[in-house]
């Protein structure tokens, strides 16, 4: 196989093939250069014999040695990297139908979403011991056929997913309350592969009346509004970097892999380029995985019937085949497919109904059966445990040999380099020299400012390192994933004094989509009058309506809502009225992005108020009262806004605007509305 391909790329490395890429939205598309081939490979692909009848495999992002392989008999699981497998129950075809993705929530370890080919979407919430059917057209789920699932990683409540539909109907499912309901967005395409970087949608797609013409759309306002990005090409694979955010891929059917280099705090997409090898391929996986340690960002693109699987560290400027015993040719039929695990440690890959697993020749020294890290999604807190677990075996080749140090580096949490565990039965590590090693570490607040550019931050994820060492001074390390989280916590968002910011977004650069601010009708104001606590408040002040007008920042990214509970606010009229107010809060994207408000919520029509009284009343919203299905991000609140419909404007006062979370209001709440 390698001297195959090396005979094909010696022979084509100074041809462009542009099939299938002749129109791009882009007014100057740069092309790559063929790359050259070099040497590398490490895997060596085995069968796995205890699998019959692999479709599609899906890695557990929290747990390295867990592995989901949709069968034709059901889903079968590994918790030990291959090693054994056994049937999750109440997964068979008579279940489930057959499996055609799964995604499993990358904040919360044991919420994962199952689609099927003919009977919609099934949510577990015990890590797959029981399944609930939540996506059917009962539900809003647009049809039955489910292609394939995606998430909003910014959303640290897990509510929101998407689904498409393939060719079994227009549009994209989508849901904003973690699957208990459904609607459709982006009704006039066909919709298959989909992806979300940051606050992008993109998914390869066809138009409802234009079968053969494909492209790539792509989304900045959650599903409102769509654009043709690519055209004329069709996508038969996409996926994304694994450390470096904004590189995104796209593998095309009969032609070359497409690729928009990474951005940071850009204002303009960059131009598409294509990469890879010079031949035209069938390309069916790509994905980004870890190589030699947590700062080798690999790619992997994979064509079952002329390459195999490749891989490169420099955007397939340069790539190396990873075959070695696994079965690729014109024989392998239609569905084949590889992934790797959350660590990159372990390649799996789907073959003619054959799974085959990749692993790399270990080196001489102990053995880390396991490492684990409880909990795996943390909410940092002062004082906040984490415990840290290994199983470290002897070399197999010197089993007399001993375990000499075990070490996990905790320098991405502020902590030691080389936070020591011990196997000694007095730290939560079992019985003494048993090979189990343990150690607790607590967590403080002061966390460092991380590179915007990099998936491995804080908030979010990053990878954990344990190494061991014996009395031979021989070597072994492992990594695990971490997401850290900050704990949710009420805070002031605006009082005029310990926290005073913004201004009138009636007169900031961007303003709401569909619904703009403007000042002759509405206008908000900070003023040293009639505040209830301090000096300052905000004095909303209209002279007609229909009106609407805000308070924020609308050129600094806001912060984000989707782990809090309430906003709260005190509010007095300048005279006792029954007219009405509208209370919603603005988005802040930053960069090139358009500000959008969230669905509006009425104080007196929805019970939060009787009525306007000239003294101070608080008031107390559920965060999820603002929810909208596309536009607002919650995950970039920038500010707070007010409207009404009376012809009569309106003239009141706000202060004290708090953001809450439930168990830490302050003061305690008002009754809830009728």
Known sequence: MLLRLLRVTRSLTVLLVLTGLCGFVSAATVFAAAPTISSEGRFVWDPELHVPRAERIFPDPHEPRRVWVATARGVMETRDEGGTWDPLPNTGPDQLGRVSDVLFAPLRPQLAFLASRERGIFRTMDGGKTWQDVGTPASGVKSLQVLRLACDANDRRSRIFYATHGDGATGISKTVDG???????????????????????????????????????????????????????????????????????????????????????????????????????????????????????????????????????????????????????????????????????????????????????????????????????????????????????????????????????????RGPGDFTLFDDGKHNDGAADDGVFSGTFAMGRDFPAQGQDRRLSIPGEIMVQVHARDDRNRLAADVVP??????????????????????????????????????????????????????????????????????????????????????????????????????????????????????????????????????YQQVRIPIAKFLKKTEFLLDVCGGIAFGGDDPQGHNFYVDDICIEVEGSLNPAPPPPPK
């Open 179 to 413: 699957g208990n309901t459904w609607f459709s967005i982006g009704e006039h395409f066909f919709a298959h592969e989909i992806l979300l970087e940051a606050k992008e949608v993109l998914v390869s797609a066809h138009p409802r009346d234009e079968e053969d013409i494909w492209g790539i759309y792509h989304s900045l306002d959650s599903g409102e509004t769509w654009a043709e990005i690519v055209r004329d090409v069709r996508p038969s694979a996409a996926g994304l970097n694994r450390i470096r955010y904004g590189g995104v891929w796209f593998g095309i059917l009969k032609g070359r892999l497409l690729h928009r280099p990474h951005v940071v705090k850009s204002e303009i997409f960059p131009d598409w380029q294509q990469a890879g090898p010079p031949k035209n391929a069938q390309w069916t996986s790509i994905f980004g995985a870890f190589g030699k340690n947590t700062d080798d960002d690999v790619l992997y693109a994979y064509d079952p019937r002329q390459y195999g699987l490749i891989a490169s560290r420099d955007d397939f400027e340069t790539w190396w085949p990873e075959n070695t015993g696994l079965f690729d040719g014109p024989l392998v039929k239609e569905g084949a497919n590889v992934c790797a695990s959350a660590d990159g440690k372990v390649l799996y890959a789907s073959i003619n109904g054959q799974l085959y697993v990749g692993r790399s020749s270990a080196a001489d020294g102990p053995v880390i059966a396991s490492f684990a890290i409880t909990p795996n999604v943390v909410k940092w807190a002062k004082d906040g445990q984490i415990q840290f677990t290994a199983k470290v075996l002897p070399f197999d080749k010197d089993p007399k040999s001993k375990i000499k140090l075990v070490q996990a580096n905790l320098s991405a949490l």
């Open 482 to 615: 971490l997401h850290i989280l900050p704990k949710p916590e009420s805070f002031v968002y605006w009082d005029g004094e310990t926290v005073r910011w913004g201004g009138k977004l009636a007169e900031g650069y961007r303003s709401a989509y569909s619904q703009k601010y403007d000042d002759r009708n509405g206008i908000v104001d900070d003023v040293e009058a009639e505040a209830r606590t301090g000096k300052r408040c905000l004095h909303v002040y209209s002279a007609r309506g229909p009106w609407v007008s805000g308070w924020g920042s609308s050129m600094i990214p806001g912060r984000n809502f989707t782990d809090m509970d309430y906003v709260s606010f005190w509010i007095k009229g300048q005279v006792a009225s029954r007219r009405d107010v509208r209370v919603m809060l603005s988005d802040s994207p930053g960069g090139g992005y358009e500000a959008h408000v969230s669905k509006g919520v009425w104080l007196i029509k929805e019970g939060y108020l009787q009525e306007l009284r000239t003294d």
